[in-house]
């Protein structure tokens, strides 16, 4: 709910959406707790296809044009097998974002929440060294997150989550 609440109140700061409809969005966010609909249960999600008043890619152009982040398909990327075991995908869910790689010291995390305080700073807490950035989808999040839980169901021996 933090990470909604704060990508939220980005949003309205960055003019890409009224506050007005903030508000409307975070009543059917509400309303969305009590059911586990974790795909559906995303201010984001929410403000571009329930009330359409955000396009994802005008938040993707925003972080690229303001922030500097980079963008990735997570579709065409493969993570490595350590990740793959080890992600905590409850975390992944909650703060929509996925890492992807590692290299020496560098963490590359993809995440469709940039704007969001809180999820960098989770991520930032969770991470022993720098991170990169990229912005995707909440779309390419989601199939990329239930793509690993298929795999977790359908490996016989069970991952063991812990931080990147």
């Known amino acids: 709910m933090r990470a909604n609440r704060l990508l939220g109140a980005s949003l309205v700061e960055a003019n890409l959406v009224k506050i007005e409809d903030l508000e409307k969005a975070n009543e059917r966010l509400l309303g969305m707790t009590e059911t586990d609909a974790v795909r559906q249960s995303t201010v984001l999600g929410i403000l571009a296809y329930e009330l359409k008043v ?6 993707l152009q925003h972080v690229c044009d303001n922030d500097g982040i980079g963008l990735i398909d997570l579709s065409h990327y493969e993570i490595t097998d350590d990740l793959r075991k080890t992600l905590d995908l409850s975390a992944c869910w909650s703060t929509w ?13 993809a995440t469709a929440y940039y704007l969001s305080p809180a999820v960098r700073t989770y991520w930032e807490k969770q991470c022993n060294g720098p991170i990169l950035w990229f912005g995707t989808t ?7 997150l239930e793509k690993l839980e298929a795999e977790r169901k359908n490996s016989p021996a069970q991952a063991v989550p812990h931080p990147v």
Not at 97 to 108: A, I
Not at 138 to 144: K, N, T, Y
């Open 54 to 59: 955000l396009r994802e890619e005008d938040l």
């Open 97 to 109: 974002s996925v890492p992807f790689d590692r290299e020496e010291d560098f963490h590359f995390i």
């Open 138 to 144: 909440l779309e390419a999040i989601a199939d990329h």
